[in-house]
């Protein structure tokens, strides 16, 4: 099967410009989050990866979901999307079904991931689409001002939720896990570089990359708080040996977060397919979707009706 | 069973007068070969010279319920069904009990069902009307051939065909064409059980003869097909590239189809895990710069909508088929209706423009799918093309299309020069000063500046912005879009019976009847047109009735000048619709402040039927 995804070398004699550089990606209207939120880091994090893979902002696709995150969406140059609540994962597979040759990196908060769209989520991961998918993880809805999201801490008081949470909390990284991903990170919002280097294996990845990156939001959430995070997260790196095809161990580092949690690429499996190589009628084709708009002669299927 | 009803629809039978339409409804059990010998026949006539309309009844399950496959035939063209036919094939005794009603005077009822009796009332209109009822004890005939149950299809076709004074030569050639993979002993029975038919026929039925009117070449070359492979067909020649669905009735027969062809079309082909999704990946598709589309019925369009006003606000083309079907909620999920016009016209949050398209027959159903995606891109809108369960499970007999019609239209304002290109700037996407409310659109990729494709209300790059003046500048460049798409759109279609038949003229006219409607009452209102066309028994008039139908194939944004300035000049209208509100007729009063005269709405699930329909008109011919 040919890949037809994701060569950068390729990509920059298509474009045939000089490399790009920050300041490519350097939009006039003024970033709106709070002081300390995450999404700062996340932000430099995406423009940083693009640069350091030479891909200039007309050569990529970024989707957004609706949250605090989605306001990333007029804060960079590039071909941008800003969606429906819930809904960025089967907007942004369309997009690069259509033209497998683009990058797209697809974003969404952890209310928008597990609870309005969690299907999205759930038959993305199975469908192996090949993009990166970014979770901007703040245990809350941020932007409706700090309701509980399925991976709040119970017994923390919430907007709408006084008395903490009625529910358990979602274990996400378990559920991620049980749906087989190819791909699985975690990073912080305040490790720039781990947060780069994620993002460059993951828009290298062959299927669907899941890149959870853990972030604080200074205004609504009291206990994953930028310090705490800060003290928690353990590069895997220093956790001995670990061998990134191995699942097992892979979930037991995700899964396993109390006293330290592992950051970096967790799990990795290039063998299995995207969804796109497996589409058998595509696989002898050298042209995209995008390419292949004209008038098509139907004239052997009206015979098979006469 | 009281005998009122069959007294007064054999009456109603009478007055509807045209001779040279035949129709033959096999009944039965789902799953018991009602579809295998109603596509048999109807294949078979329409190669013998007849033009065939096909209808299926069926339920929403797998195997038993009960199931209707009709056709009915002519060597004029004919888009409509009976409620009557000549001969009635029931597999079991449900048939016996529901349809004999629906048999004409001296027809036939063909059964299966050993020792049956008819109550005494039905028994007595039978004979009264003589009809023949004919048991044929198909387990017996094929216990002595020893051949397998499967054999009773081809068995019954065989009577059946002989019945209609067919030639065996065209049944042996369908039977090969579709057993000839299964190899020469599969052959050699269907054959042998042809032969076993046509002496049933010769020894029992000998003065039973249905006869057809002088077949025509003009039907033998015709293709025979459902509206769902007609759009298939129409969506693969307008160069659509993706396609994505969620199996829902009656949309379901184009998912299967455009499914079906993926290995020779190399379409990008998923079936989503639910309608949002559905709708959101043809969005992402078209945004990308091919074309997609996906379909689905009233339930989970209601899923698409929040994805349709996103797409408004983006200005994202994109292609949206309602096959439409009776609600509310589940409602009536294998049977057609027209109530969900209101939906396409005014789904989803917010005002945008869109455009709402209704098919007719399997003609439109090729011709206005590249019709549908060069609007969509021509005026960055999405547009919708309705349909219903009639028109996508409807048998038509239909001309190979004409392939040279079709434009492919990107739209004007698309820019994929790279010179233009360069000279983009990204305030140019939504640039709110555009005389037409259309901006320039440069697809993602293009080595131009960049844009956000923003949800939000934005400015001209994409970039959010909640001004008052802003609000309402881009409100009013959308919105003006809708403008600019009216004024381009044809006027709808008025059919009126000339001496050449029914043709659509260009002029006005003053009418006597003005009748009204959309979608797939078209085809029952056209035949009945017909019927005002023949001398009228027992009605003597100084000249015949002016007729009009004023056929409405874009639906919104809605031309209503035409029906206004037709019904100043018309004694009557009446206006002909699938549902219970009349909402074409809500909405022509809306756009036009002129309200119909009459309406006839139905709402039961059924399709309009020829003679029914003939019969309503009746009291608004005074």
């Known amino acids: 099967m040919t890949r037809i995804h994701l060569d950068p070398s390729a990509r920059s004699a298509f474009s045939g410009q000089a490399a790009p550089k920050m300041s490519d990606y350097h939009h006039d209207n003024k970033c709106t989050w709070c002081d300390g939120c995450g999404d700062y880091g996340i932000w430099t994090a995406v423009k940083r990866a693009l640069v350091e893979l030479k891909i200039a902002p007309h050569e990529v696709m970024l989707c957004y979901d609706v949250g605090c995150h989605g306001n990333m969406s007029d804060k960079l140059q590039g071909y941008r999307f800003h969606g429906l609540h819930g809904r960025v994962l089967p907007f942004a597979a369309g997009t690069k079904l259509a033209n497998p040759r683009m990058p797209v990196i697809a974003h969404g908060g952890d209310g928008a991931s597990f609870s309005e769209g969690v299907n999205h989520l759930v038959h993305s991961i199975r469908s192996n689409y090949p993009i990166v998918f970014i979770l901007h993880n703040n245990g809350n809805y941020g932007l409706t001002m700090g309701q509980a999201s399925a991976l709040t801490w119970q017994g923390q008081p919430m907007n709408t939720s006084p008395n903490g949470i009625p529910e358990r909390t979602l274990p996400s990284m378990d559920f991620v896990f049980s749906l087989e991903p190819t791909f699985v990170a975690r990073g912080f919002s305040g490790h720039i570089d781990q947060m780069v280097e994620i993002l460059k294996a993951a828009i290298n990845h062959r299927g669907f990359a899941f890149v959870d990156f853990l972030q604080a939001c200074p205004t609504y959430n009291h206990f994953a708080t930028h310090e705490w995070l800060l003290e928690h997260v353990v590069d895997v790196k220093t956790l001995g040996h670990h061998d990134v095809k191995d699942r097992k161990r892979a979930r037991h580092l995700a899964v396993e977060t109390s006293t330290h949690i592992a950051t970096g690429i967790l799990y990795q499996d290039e063998k299995t397919p995207s969804f796109y190589e497996q589409l058998v009628p595509r696989q002898k084709l050298k042209t995209a979707p995008v390419d292949e708009v004209q008038r098509y002669d139907v004239m052997e299927y009206m015979k098979e009706f006469v | ?622």
């Open chain 2, 1 to 622: 069973m009281d005998s009122t009803p069959l007294t007064m629809t054999l009456r109603s039978h009478i007055l509807f007068s045209r001779m040279n339409r035949i129709s033959i409804k096999v009944t039965g059990a789902q799953g018991q070969g009602v579809n295998s010998v109603g596509e048999v026949v109807a294949k078979g006539l329409k190669r013998n010279g007849y033009c065939v309309f096909g209808y299926r009844e069926y339920m929403s399950l797998i195997k038993g319920g009960h199931s209707s496959y009709q056709i009915d035939l002519s060597n004029e063209e004919i888009r409509s069904n009976e409620t009557k036919v000549d001969v009635l094939v029931c597999f079991n005794h449900h048939g016996l009990e529901q349809n004999w009603n629906d048999v004409k005077p001296s027809g036939l009822i063909l059964h299966m069902t050993p020792q049956w009796k008819f109550a005494p009332a039905p028994e007595k209109a039978l004979r009264t009307a003589k009809i023949t009822v004919m048991y044929m004890p198909v387990e017996d005939m094929l216990k002595a051939l020893k051949f397998p149950p499967i054999m009773a299809n081809i068995l019954i076709t065989s009577v059946v065909w002989a019945v209609l004074g067919q030639d065996t030569g065209t049944l042996k050639s369908l039977v090969y064409d579709q057993f000839k993979h299964k190899g020469e002993k599969t052959l050699e029975r269907n054959y042998r059980s042809i032969e076993v038919g046509r002496r049933f026929k010769r020894q029992f039925l000998q003065k039973v003869n249905v006869a057809l009117p002088r077949a025509r070449a003009r039907w033998r070359n015709c293709m025979l097909l459902t509206g769902s492979h007609a759009i298939g067909m129409g969506i693969i020649h307008a160069g659509c590239r993706m396609y994505v669905g969620y199996p829902m009735t009656p949309s379901s027969p184009l998912l299967s189809y455009i499914a079906g062809e993926q290995n020779r079309t190399g379409m990008v082909i998923k079936q989503a895990e639910d309608e949002i999704t559905a709708a959101q990946m043809m969005s992402g598709a078209m945004h990308m710069g091919t074309r997609a589309m996906t379909a689905t019925s009233g339930g989970g369009f209601d899923l698409m909508t929040e994805t349709l006003s996103l797409n408004g606000i983006l200005e994202n083309p994109s292609v949206f088929g309602l096959a439409m079907r009776p609600g509310p909620a589940t409602g009536l999920p294998t049977w057609t209706a027209q109530g969900d016009l209101m939906l396409a016209v005014n789904a989803g949050h917010g005002e945008y423009p869109r455009c709402v398209i209704g098919v007719s027959d399997s003609h439109d159903a090729f011709h206005l799918m590249p019709i549908a995606f060069n609007l969509a891109e021509e005026y960055q809108i999405s547009v919708i093309v309705a349909y219903d369960k009639q028109i996508g499970e409807a048998i038509y007999t239909q001309p190979l299309y004409d392939q040279k019609i079709a434009k492919i239209n990107r739209g004007s304002q698309l820019v994929t020069d790279e010179g233009k290109l360069k000279k983009l700037r990204s305030t140019d996407r939504y640039d709110p000063n555009t005389k037409t409310g259309i901006s320039f659109r440069w697809l993602p990729g293009s080595h131009a500046p960049t844009y956000a494709a923003q949800g939000d209300e934005h400015n001209e790059d994409g970039s959010v912005d909640e001004s008052a003046a802003n609000a309402k500048a881009q409100m009013e460049k959308r919105m003006r879009k809708l403008a600019t798409l009216k004024a381009a759109l044809p006027e709808p279609e008025l059919y009126v019976s000339t001496e050449q038949g029914i043709r659509t003229v260009k002029n006005d006219q003053s009418l006597d009847i003005l009748i009204i409607g959309w979608g797939s009452t078209k085809g029952p209102v056209l035949d009945v047109m017909e019927e005002f066309r023949l001398p009228h028994r027992g009605r003597r008039r100084s000249r015949p009735l002016r007729v009009g139908y004023l056929h409405h194939t874009y639906l919104w944004p809605l031309r209503a000048e035409r029906f206004a300035r037709l019904a100043a000049r018309a004694k009557r209208t009446v206006l002909v619709e699938g549902n219970y509100q009349g909402q074409l007729g809500l909405l022509l009063r809306q756009e036009s402040g002129v309200a119909t005269d009459d309406q006839i709405l139905k709402y039961d699930g059924r399709p309009f039927f020829t003679d029914e329909l003939y019969a309503r008109f009746r009291p608004h011919l005074a």
